[in-house]
């Protein structure tokens, strides 16, 4: 009997203290604080896990649907599923919430949006970091990368002028002074540059393009090309061989694709304008049974051949 005893109240004792092991590893995702739920949905985007992620956030939504870093993260998912009106919405939800502050909303919202209407968007961004930066000291590493993001806001309004509202009676006006306010707000900034050369480009002004290609070049080639922070985006270096083979720079613009090609060997304009480049150095003054003449076409070849079976 005593050992029947013995055994009744520490078998009891272990009962409940399985239950609260199994209370506390269950964790229910309701306790969750809104800023926990948030990490976590980071945490699974970051992972590419779009669709557990939206689970999340809608559990933060529910907690506070106010919340507009919660309703920046809902875009943002949306975004990336295609639904675009969704997201869409959400952002205009941040926008009527907290009008003066967080840039990130506005800048989504530019690159929504066409013309005019996509102008405003990326003014108000600008804006919007522009009381940011205004807290901030102006050596800090967060300044720098408002500065850059601001500079890069000017860009992609100078690119809208340049093409949508090309036909708008101030556009070359607005294009060169956005220019100027992302050379003021960031010398560093090669895409302001870049920018500058296609400006430049559309006015017949050719030398002054190439001279300020040779300025956007010059801030970022000789960096460490494993290190992307460095560098301009692979779209923005595409953007430029294409610059570099209106004027003509079939040797520089040759030097850029070798660097993509190494970075990433599967994009479809990368072997497009390889080939390209290659057609056009065959048509310098080589007769055409000449040696080098066939050698650059069958390059140009293979290029187009690689960029058909990527397509």
Known sequence: ATPVNK????????????????AAMKAPEAEYTV?????KTKELMDDNKYDSAFKLVVKALEKDGNNTQTLLLAAIIQLESG???L?????LRCVGISPERGFEKYMYLGQLSVELEAIKYFQLGINAMQRDLDELPQDSEPAAVLRRKMAEAFVAMTEIYLTDCCFEADAEKKCEQFLEQ????DPGCPEVYQTMASVR????????????LSKSMALWVDKDATDPSQLPSYENRLALVRL????DDKEK??????????????????WYLYGWTYHLQSEEGASADSEDKIELLSSARECFNQAIKLA
Do not use: F, H, Y
Request: with cysteine; net charge negative.
């Open 182 to 185: 992302g050379v003021n707000i």
């Open 35 to 39: 800023d926990q739920l948030l990490e």
């Open 87 to 91: 997201a869409t919405s959400c952002l």
């Open 7 to 22: 055994m009744g109240p520490r078998r009891g004792k272990n009962l409940n203290v399985l239950k609260k092991a199994k």
């Open 253 to 270: 613009a040759l030097n850029i694709l070798e660097r993509l090609q190494k970075e990433d060997d599967e994009s479809v304009d990368m």
């Open 83 to 85: 639904e675009i009106e």
């Open 201 to 212: 480009l559309s006015q017949n002004r050719l030398d002054d393009a190439r001279d300020c």
């Open 244 to 247: 570099l083979l209106e004027l």
